[in-house]
């Protein structure tokens, strides 16, 4: 399944005009407060008619203003989760269960309570009343009704934010399987970097309305251009890694496609994949091999992009293996070493953090 969105709509004063694929996976929509991510999501669920465009997965148009299609909100087969979980208080978690199972298509295949319940460990919880739940245990319950209505995707605004950090931790694993196991692809609405760079496969930035950067996670926060959007303290690449080893020193060792890294032992066992985030500030460039460093992690590569945003810092980027690294150093440092792209160069590293720990931060 994928979505394909491409509208315009004024709302207010600000002009939102959006052209992108959600395919298979998490597509975060990400942007600061105001730049229209919820006008997006909502056209996309039809609780909001745009003035202009078209909305469609490969097998249905859902909007097409041009041939005057607007599929009504409970025909477009759309999971909502909300950022407050608008359970039913006065009834059980089996009871907003079984509603959301309701809205399923008769022939529809699709897991049943049981598959749900088990997936978001909610199973103890069944026969509680919603109203007494912790914000973490209701927005799992949340999820589950809206995936037993089977829909073709799940639309979900901010679904974190309302929540602290503990209980952030405790339902972001929960999103993760979602992503991998139920092949149910998910419209993610999010301000949050850490959130983003840990749950998305596919990032969709807008600013004011118009989208500035789309692509795979990987691409798009390694973009030297990101570095304005997010600023300098929260930039950086995010990259695939697999868990190598646990050493005795309390040390992890993880096998990213240009070499490893290590960082402070993490709950993951052998060959597990995870994605780390490297902050642009992080990282350290130099032409020739380091010796004699205190730094564990260096990874070598080539330039492919400098960036000067106008002030004393410049952004580097670099290919290692087929990841892309982004480094915020000095102009003077820049100039001091004569880098220009192509040329080969070391990055160390001065720290590493695995992105599903930094979430609550950031
Ligand atoms: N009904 C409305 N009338 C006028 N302006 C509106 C209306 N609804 C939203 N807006 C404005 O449209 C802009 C985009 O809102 P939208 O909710 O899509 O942004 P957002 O990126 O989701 O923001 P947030 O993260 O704060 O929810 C905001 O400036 C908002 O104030």
Redesign the pocket.
């Known amino acids: 399944m994928s979505l394909s969105v491409d509208i315009s709509h004024q709302?207010?004063d600000?002009t939102?005009d959006v052209a992108f694929q959600a395919p298979n996976g998490i597509t975060a929509l990400f942007?600061k407060?105001?730049?229209?991510?919820?006008?997006v999501i909502n056209a996309v669920a039809g609780l909001l008619t745009p003035n202009d465009g078209r909305i469609a997965t490969q097998s249905e148009v859902l909007f097409d203003s041009n041939a005057k299609i607007n599929v009504p909100v409970h025909r477009r087969r759309l999971g909502y989760v909300f950022q407050d979980s608008r359970l039913f208080p006065h009834l059980t978690v089996q009871g907003n269960l079984t509603y959301g199972m309701r809205f399923a298509p008769k022939q529809s295949t699709g897991p049943n309570l049981e598959d749900i319940t088990e997936l978001l460990g909610i199973t103890p919880l069944l026969h509680r009343r919603s109203g007494s739940l912790s914000g973490g245990e209701k927005q799992r319950v949340a999820i589950g009704r809206a995936l037993l209505s089977h829909p073709r995707m799940l639309l979900m605004d901010?679904p974190l934010a309302a929540l602290d950090s503990a209980r952030k931790d405790e339902i972001l694993p929960f999103l993760e399987q979602l992503r991998d196991t139920t092949g149910v692809p998910i419209l993610y609405?999010s301000?949050s970097v850490a959130e983003v760079a840990r749950l998305a496969t596919t990032v969709v930035v807008?600013e004011n309305g118009k989208m500035v950067q789309a692509g795979s996670t990987e691409q798009v926060f390694s973009d030297p251009a990101m570095v304005r959007q997010l600023g300098i303290r929260k930039a950086g690449s995010v990259l695939p890694a697999e868990v190598k080893e646990h050493h005795n020193d309390g040390l992890t060792e993880l096998s990213v496609s240009g070499g490893r890294l290590f960082l402070p032992q993490i709950n993951l066992p052998p060959t597990a994949s995870t994605r780390v985030r490297i902050l642009a500030q992080d990282v350290i460039l130099s032409r020739d091999l380091p010796a004699g460093l205190s730094a564990l992690n260096v990874l070598s590569g080539t330039i492919t992009d400098i960036r000067s945003g106008g002030g004393p810092g410049v952004v580097v980027q670099m290919r290692c293996g087929s990841d892309l690294l982004l480094a915020r150093i000095t102009q003077r440092s820049a100039n001091a070493l004569h880098l220009e792209p192509g040329l080969p160069c070391h990055a160390i590293v001065k720290s590493v953090s695995v992105a599903r720990h930094d979430v609550g931060n950031t």
Do not use: A, Q
């Not at 407060?33 to 006008?39: N, P, Q």
């Open positions: 709302i207010g600000l939102v942007g407060s105001g730049s229209g991510k919820t006008t901010e609405v301000h807008l």
